[in-house]
């Protein structure tokens, strides 16, 4: 009962969200609010920017790539954000944010690992749900070379939301009533993506 009221009240609020912002993507400030919500999501937000990227490319295909070039450079910016978080402020910042993640207790171990695979830790987080806001913050806490964050960041993150935009701007009318049919089901994916990316660091 309880699980099925949440997952009431979450359908419920990605549906109020969804239409909002289907409404606010024809407004002069959506691309403000997308920039915003990108920036922050690669620091410490835990909501990534699809939840807006999605319905503005929808409303408006023509700025389809426009809007994909924005959220990456924002994402990117906001990484650079979460690397100086780990970098100058571990103990104020950095550490309660990982612990908050689940993330403390292995990091030690995660740390030589980074150190070999950096680049490809950052590409394979930029590209999935998994929190990619850990992952700038862990590359500023080991000093990850500046060079390769940024490299893999663009990357993944320009891939992800340059082919979301891209099947969205092709098969945007079927995805929009796809979309709208299927919201309850799409939104407890939504939820579990989410869920499983917070899980995933605890297995690394």
Same mark, same amino acid.
């Given at each position: ?28 400030? /959506? ?12 620091? !410490? ?6 939840? =807006? ?10 700025? /389809? ?7 990456? =450079? ?6 650079? +954000? ?5 970098? +100058? ?14 993330? =403390? ?19 394979? /987080?930029?590209?999935?749900? !998994? ?17 390769? +964050? ?10 992800? +939301?340059?082919?979301? /935009? ?36 605890? !297995?690394?």
């Amino acid at each position: 009962m309880i699980l099925t009221k949440a997952c009431g009240k979450i359908h419920n609020l990605i549906h109020a969200t969804y239409d909002y912002m289907l409404d606010l993507a024809s407004s002069k400030y /959506a691309m403000l609010f997308l920039f915003i919500v990108a920036f922050v999501e690669s620091s !410490f937000f835990p909501i990534p920017p699809d939840v =807006m990227l999605i319905p503005m490319v929808l409303a408006t295909p023509q700025k /389809a790539y426009r809007i994909a070039g924005l959220t990456t =450079m924002a994402s990117v910016i906001g990484g650079y +954000f979460g690397y100086c978080i780990g970098v +100058f402020g571990y103990e104020l910042l950095a550490k309660p944010i990982l612990e908050f993640y689940g993330y =403390m207790a292995q990091f030690d171990v995660f740390k030589g690992y980074y150190h070999e695979w950096g680049a490809w830790i950052v590409f394979a /987080a930029g590209l999935t749900p !998994f929190p990619y806001k850990v992952v700038t913050i862990a590359s500023g806490v080991v000093h990850l070379d500046l060079v390769v +964050f940024t490299v893999a960041s663009i990357l993944a993150r320009g891939g992800r +939301f340059f082919l979301v /935009a891209w099947l969205l701007k092709k098969f945007g009318e079927p995805m929009k009533d796809y979309i709208e049919k299927n919201l309850g089901m799409l939104s407890v994916v939504f939820v579990l993506l989410l869920v499983g990316g917070f899980a995933a660091i605890k !297995f690394i």
